[in-house]
């Protein structure tokens, strides 16, 4: 369970560029819900992650993972309870090391083992099963360099090496963002997949409207600092893209009268 509680951040408090990225911002993720947050640019969604993490203290304001109160918790000890991927499909794996070699440095580092036993049958057969769950083959492929492997393949290792250690939490931080379109639904399908098969607690950060509508328990839309709407439940199943657009429609014509 996530609970982000009267979050507040400003950037360049007291200066003529004060911004208010957080603006005592409220939510609550139940363990293993899938929370799909959007907002249009500069609505605070990457602070928000980036407060979760630990990445970016807080002015004032909580967070709290399963209960406990990680603010003041650093970024490298709230790594163990949280997994990140971000955008771009080159940063969570090594590129000349195989699938295999990939799954053994992400186990390393999340059980703080050393590589003594390496990479050894039973470590093999784990991964394979690990790596089946995304659907889309790499658990034949544990011989292959990563660099050989498509964009979407290795965003979705990526994801599979940082829910390895059954973190408490997982951020995707627009991780299909950098994706051709087709490549981005098969590796939400495979986030899916994960999630689901892990019953892993889930806040994703999306531009991607089709996304937010397709997948996930729960759309969080933010606008400037602020949780500004939530759709779940039977609603979230009704919901269409034309839909939350006219959320977004309806906060532009208020900027657009000066509101
Ligand atoms: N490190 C920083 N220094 C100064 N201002 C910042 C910093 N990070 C964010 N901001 C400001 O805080 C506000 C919220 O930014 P944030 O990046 O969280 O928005 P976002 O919803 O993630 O936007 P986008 O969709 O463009 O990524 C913006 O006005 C932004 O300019």
């Known amino acids: 369970m996530l609970e982000i509680r009267s979050a507040r951040k400003t950037f360049y408090a007291g200066q003529p560029d004060e911004k208010v990225a957080l603006d005592n911002l409220d939510l609550t993720l139940q363990t293993g819900e899938f929370g799909v947050v959007i907002g249009s640019n500069g609505a605070g969604k990457s602070t928000m992650l980036n407060a979760v993490s630990g990445a970016l203290s807080l002015d004032s304001g909580a967070i709290l993972i399963?209960?406990?109160?990680?603010?003041?918790?650093?970024?490298?000890?709230?790594?163990?309870?949280?997994?990140?991927?971000?955008q771009d499909p080159m940063l969570g794996t090594a590129a000349s090391m195989t699938v295999a070699e990939n799954m053994l440095l992400a186990e390393l580092r999340s059980t703080k083992r050393t590589l003594a036993r390496g990479l050894n049958a039973q470590r093999l057969a784990n991964y394979k099963e690990r790596l089946s769950v995304l659907g889309l083959g790499l658990e034949n492929r544990l011989d292959t360099k990563v660099e050989l492997l498509s964009g979407g393949q290795r965003q979705s290792l990526s994801l599979i090496m940082a829910v390895g250690g059954s973190p408490d939490l997982l951020l995707l931080d627009e991780h299909t963002a950098a994706l051709d379109p087709r490549t981005a639904d098969l590796v939400m399908q495979a986030t899916v997949r994960a999630v689901d098969?892990?019953?892993?607690?889930?806040?994703?950060?999306?531009?991607?409207?089709?996304?937010?509508?397709?997948?996930?328990?729960?759309?969080?839309?933010?606008?400037a600092g602020k949780v500004k709407l939530q759709i779940g439940g039977e609603e979230k199943a009704n919901v269409t893209v034309a839909k939350l657009v006219d959320h977004f429609a309806v906060k532009t014509d208020a900027m657009m009268l000066g509101a």
Do not use: C, E, W, Y
Not at 70 to 86: C, E, G, M, Y
């Open 66 to 86: 399963n209960g406990d109160d990680v603010t003041a918790t650093p970024v490298h000890k709230r790594a163990t309870r949280i997994a990140r991927v971000f």
């Open 197 to 223: 098969s892990l019953k892993l607690t889930t806040l994703m950060v999306t531009h991607n409207m089709q996304h937010a509508v397709d997948f996930g328990h729960r759309v969080i839309m933010l606008d």
